[in-house]
Every structure is written in structure tokens, then in C-alpha cells.
């Protein structure tokens, strides 16, 4: 063992108390061992003779304690040294394996795409947050696992843009739009998806993700396309929100499912940021290779023995297709001519085909037809054939009628001109869904969960008591009159609602978005009449002094 001994530079004398210098202490440590892989330890001694004479024991006091103190300090700071040590050698290791991988693709070898940071990132996205949304939407079940599956799809195409994006060069405008147009299939599927089922038990989980899928299209935004991903995801708020109402209380799994797809949303936006920060990052060495479309939307040929398709007909020559024309252009003129000069040479003859209008057929001599304005048939084939496209064109496809029961879903839909549509027998449990009714009126006894009025017009909803919400969508001239109470009126695309409210449920909030002719009608004391009250639809926003915004509703600018 090696020791390092710190001699006395200078006795100190005391005018009371004398230390010789046999009783001085010293300090001894091992050499530290600073390589990580191998076990190192560190001994530090202070070395004081027992037989050392001490003519103070005060003065030992002090000097043991300033050597503890100094065996601490070196302790912390070889404690220290190690652990620096230890963190540049793992950090070197790691930047050299990327600097490596990323070289090697920028000179021109590509099969180290998948070990980039940007490609490695973005697979513990999906691997982790998503892994974890699709879990709990494989629990639900339903169209929640369906819509979750198509989401993945197009997790995966971008996955495949991404890796190609870090092998090619940026390609053309035109170029990339063509893919884009594919691309947004995929996002279209998931929207369309929920438009084909309105009716489902999950339409605000459906709604969630057809509102916010529109994330993935960042590939598209420059330069900034950070902030748009947090654009989309709060444009599911609305739905997420009625999510975690329904289900706060009922099964934790929903409640679960939604901060879990805002957590895959808000991993995408930090990927994006730090990764793709002024838009996708393409390879801009000279020796990328171009961007293949295909190798995105379509992937890898398959590698069955079909068979190859047939070769094409053969061309053409320029002049052969010259003279082709030019043969059928003289032919047709030279036909149409000679018709030309074959009746210019019958004189007035020309007019014996004509038919005479005799007076019966002048309006100008019989005053009926001015009257009627009206044509004989036959006359005009024209005029009938327009009419008939017209009718056609007019004709509306009429769905069958729906009033039932179906897993304790009311589901009345495609009634028209009913004012006897009574639903009775209700409890907690039920809902109730209208959609593309026309004048009719319905009323629901009872005590229910909630009721959604979709794509109708011209109706009347009269109900007891709703335990949730009652919700207008994409309606016009839609009427509500609630006896008992209803906590919220949900208010969304509907142009002209009135809302007659109860003595018992003046409490109520009134949730608008992208409506227009909207009432409410509060009873007075008495209970025998109502006062109308306007809700705004046009508001104010300002800056106020602590820079923030400010929105007050108000009828004019």
C-alpha cells in the first residue's frame, strides 16, 4: 500500500500549551482507483503514534477533530470523481454508438436506419404510452377496438414514412403531396368510422379519437409542427371531458383509457419537438437515396408466384397515328359538307318538312293555353327528360322507421310526423338516441340517463327528469321542455333551439358550440308563463393588462 505523509512545516508553539512533534498526526489514502469496470476502494488513515507523548489533551482534542474533517472531504470528494468518471465514460459510449449510426447512413449505408435516435424515440412511443391505450381498449371492447386498431395502422404507416424519410433526400412538392394523399386515408378511415356509428354505446370515445387523429398529420406542418399536435389534442377535450362524466364513478377502465390517449398525445408532441422540430428531418448527404412512396403506402411486393401481367398493345408510330387522323378528319368533313350543299340545293323545298301550327296550337288565338302555360305532350322531348332528371335527382331514400329497445338504448330513428311516440317503463340505466327525425314529438317518462337528438328537424322532446345530459347535434328547429330536472343541455351544430326549463331546474348549464337561434325560457313564480332569453352568439375577446385573453359575450363590435 502506498501512503502519502504530510509532515509538520512548522512546530507551533504555545505560550501554555507545548505539542512536540512526535505527537503530530498524518493522513494516509490508498491510490483511487477511477476505471469504472473494475472494483475500487478507498481507504483513508490517520496515522498518530499511541506512545506519542501529549502534554495537552485539549490540543489532541482539536487536532483528531480537524483530521476527521479532512478524512470526510476526501471521502466526498473521491466519492465524487467516481461517479463523473462513470457518467462521461456511459455518456461517450452512447454518443459514439450514435454518431456512429448516423454517419453511416450519411455515407451512404442505410441499413443502420432503425438504430437512429429519432426512428428508436418514436418505436418507445408506440411500445410504451400506445401499447398501453391499446391494452385498455382491447378491455372495453366494441367499437373502442375497433377505431383503436385503425388508429394503429396509421401509427405504423408514419412509422415507415419516418425510416424512409431518414434514408432519402427530400423529394419534390409534387412528390410528397402524392403521398400525403394516401397518407390521409388512413386518418380519414378512423373519422369515418365514427360518422358510420352515431348510434354506438361510444360515441364520445369514438369522437375523442376522430377529433384528435388528426395529430398524425404534423408530417405535413412546417414550421412548426409541434404546436399543432397540441392544437389536436385539444380539440378532443370536448368528448374526453364527457368521458370521464359518464365513467367517473361507473368503470375506472374509461376514466383510464382517456388520460391515457392524452399521455400518447402529448409523448407525440415531445417527440415531435425535439426530433422534427421545424418539420420532418430528411437526409441530406449526397449519397441518400430518392423517396419511394410506394414503399410506404404499399410495403413490401409480395413474394408469391403470381402471374406477371400482360405485355402492353403495341404503338403506334407518330405518323401512322397522323395519318389515322387525318383519313377520319377528311372523311367526316367531306360528309358533313356534301349533307350541307344537298339541301341548299332543294331551294323552297327545304321548308316541306316543316309541320304547319295550325290555330288550335297558337297561343296567341287561343287564350287556354295562355292560361294553363302548359305544353301537349310529345312536343317537347326535352323538356320531359329534364323533368324526369329533375324528379330523380329530388328523390330521397326513405329508411325504414326504428322505435325500440335494444341493451338498454332507446333508439328511435327515420320517424316522420309522429306526435305519438311515448317511451314509458324507463330507469337509471336507459338511454335515449334520435336521429333523422322530421316533425315529430316524443316524449320519455320517467327518470333516464340521457338523451341525444342527432341530425332531426322540427322535433319536440317533453321528459321527466334526465340523471346527465340531454344533447342537441347537427339539428334545426328543435324544442325541449324538461318537467323535473336536467343537470346539463348540450347544445352543439343545431341551428334554432328553444329550451323551456322548470322551476326544478333552474340550475341547469347550458354548454354551446357552433349554434345560432338559441332561447332559453325560465317560468315565473306562478309557474303559467315563460321569459324568453337570448343566448349569445357572438363574442368579444381582448388583451387585458396582464396579457391574457379576456372573452364577453355582446351583440355587436
Known sequence: MSRIYHPPSKQVH??????????????????????????????IYVNNPSNAPLDDK??????????????????????????????????????????????????????????????????????SKFSSFKDLSNKIGGDVKTIVDLVENAFKMERKFLVEAARCVQPSQDSLMKFLQQYSKS???????????????????????????GALGWIAVSPTPAPYVK?????????????????????????????????????????????????????????SMQFDASKVVLGS????????????????????LLADDSKSKSSTNKANTDALFAELSKGSDITKSLKKVTDDQKTHKNPNLRAGNTVPSGTNSLTNSSSSLQSKSTTVIQKPPVFELADKKWKIENQLNRNDLVIEDTDLKQTVYIYQCKECTITVKGKINSIIVDSCNRVGLLFDDVLSTVEFINSKSVQMQVLGKVPTVSIEKTDGCQVYLSRNSLNSEIVTSKSSSMNVLIPNEN????????????FKTIINSSRKLTTQPTESV
Open 301 to 320: 411486393a409480395p413474394s408469391g408466384g403470381s402471374a406477371p401481367p400482360p405485355p402492353p398493345p403495341p404503338v403506334m408510330s407518330l405518323e401512322e
Open 58 to 127: 485539549r490540543s489532541e482534542s482539536a487536532d483528531s477533530k480537524m483530521s476527521a474533517e479532512l478524512v470526510d472531504r476526501m471521502e466526498k470528494l473521491v466519492t465524487r470523481m467516481e461517479k463523473a468518471t462513470s457518467k462521461l465514460e456511459n455518456f461517450s459510449s452512447e454518443s459514439v454508438g450514435a454518431k456512429s449510426a448516423t454517419e453511416s447512413i450519411q455515407n451512404g449505408s442505410h441499413d443502420n436506419t432503425e438504430e437512429l435516435p429519432s426512428i428508436i424515440a418514436f418505436d418507445e412511443l408506440i411500445n
Open 231 to 287: 392544437e389536436m389534442s385539444d380539440a378532443a377535450q370536448f368528448y374526453t371531458n364527457r368521458v370521464l362524466k359518464d365513467y367517473k364513478e361507473k368503470d375506472a377502465n374509461h376514466v383510464q383509457w382517456v388520460k391515457q390517449w392524452l399521455q400518447v398525445l402529448s409523448e407525440l408532441q415531445a417527440y415531435v419537438k425535439q426530433h422534427h422540430t421545424t418539420g420532418v428531418t430528411w437526409n441530406s448527404s449526397k449519397k
Open 14 to 43: 504555545h505560550p501554555a500549551n507545548t505539542i512536540s512533534s512526535s505527537s503530530n498526526a498524518s493522513v494516509s489514502i490508498n491510490k483511487v482507483n477511477l476505471n469504472p469496470t473494475t472494483a475500487a476502494s478507498t481507504k
Open 187 to 213: 386518418i380519414e378511415e378512423v373519422q369515418s368510422f365514427r360518422g358510420k356509428n352515431r348510434s354506438s354505446a361510444f360515441f364520445n370515445h369514438l369522437s375523442a379519437i376522430s377529433e384528435s387523429i
Open 527 to 538: 309557474d303559467d308563463e315563460f321569459s324568453e332569453y337570448p343566448v349569445p352568439e357572438q
